[in-house]
């Protein structure tokens, strides 16, 4: 793979909560462009894991950059507008909204005239709407929504609840977005489709840290694995590395097999 610019790196990142160490000096990067996984048996640490990149949780030692800035103690609502998005395992969506609506809501970290000119509807703040509309028209369309674009996202079945979640964060403009288990519920013919749409993301040009517990999708689309045990990376590398590494395998499995 050509060398990409590093947008995420952890360097020796640790949280405790109380007595216990959830995360033990975890290190690795993802790079532009690039489909990283993040997988671990249960109580591996990978939530809080996620929880530490996106500011939902601060570390307790270690350092967490993102593009070359120390974010350790930003949260969510700052690291947000410098290019890190992301879904959560349980869907949170504006149940009286349209799939449309509910897009619309995260546009608002690109506008760029002041409040009063929106109230007052100035042609600038006219054509920002018009703008940002066409923004998330396109993003539902990208995940395979167009169908229901106005329908209330009450009435959506889970997996496209899980697709919808992905565009409205990626109406957020981010450089890097984190799914964790974004194929949770889905069947098999779903998570073909989230598949196709994780790749897409890549190809225009993001980049994915996927936190999946399903190593079919896992394999199937990330360029890189980092595996967790007990808090602690076992392995990083290649799906077909991974799949070989015994550490993992005892991890998953009890033993080799």
């Known amino acids: 793979m050509p060398e990409f610019e590093r947008l995420l790196t952890l360097r020796q ?3 405790n909560f109380g007595g216990v160490q959830a995360v033990k000096n975890l290190s690795f990067d993802v790079c532009a462009h690039e489909i990283v996984g993040l997988i671990g048996p249960n109580g591996s640490g ?3 894991s996620v929880n530490l990149i996106s500011g939902a949780v601060p570390p307790s030692s270690g350092e967490i950059v993102w593009r070359n800035q120390k974010v350790n103690h930003l949260p969510i609502s700052q690291r947000v507008p410098l290019g890190l998005a992301r879904t959560f395992q349980t869907t949170s969506l504006l149940a009286e909204f349209s799939v449309l609506d509910q897009v619309l809501t995260s546009c608002h970290t690109s506008y760029r005239v002041s409040p009063w000119r ?3 509807r100035t042609k600038d703040a006219r054509a920002q709407d018009a703008e940002q509309l066409a923004k998330a028209q396109e993003l539902v369309e990208f995940v395979g929504l167009g169908e229901v674009m106005n329908d209330p996202t009450s009435t959506i079945s889970s997996a496209q609840q899980r697709l919808l979640m992905i565009a409205t964060a990626m109406a957020c403009d981010p450089r890097l977005i984190l799914l964790d288990e974004p194929a ?3 069947v ?3 998570r073909k489709e989230l598949a196709e749409v994780i790749l897409r993301i890549r190809a225009r040009g993001l980049a994915v840290l996927v936190i999946e517990h399903h190593m079919g999708l896992i394999m199937e689309v990330c360029d890189r694995i ?5 808090g602690e990376k076992i392995a990083e590398g290649k799906p077909a590395e991974i799949q070989r590494d015994t550490a993992v395998i005892e991890a998953y499995l009890g033993g080799v097999h």
């Open 13 to 15: 990142v640790s949280k």
């Open 46 to 48: 990978k939530s809080t």
């Open 118 to 120: 929106s109230i007052f």
């Open 184 to 186: 949770a519920g889905m």
């Open 188 to 190: 098999a013919k779903e």
């Open 226 to 230: 980092v595996v967790l045990n007990f």
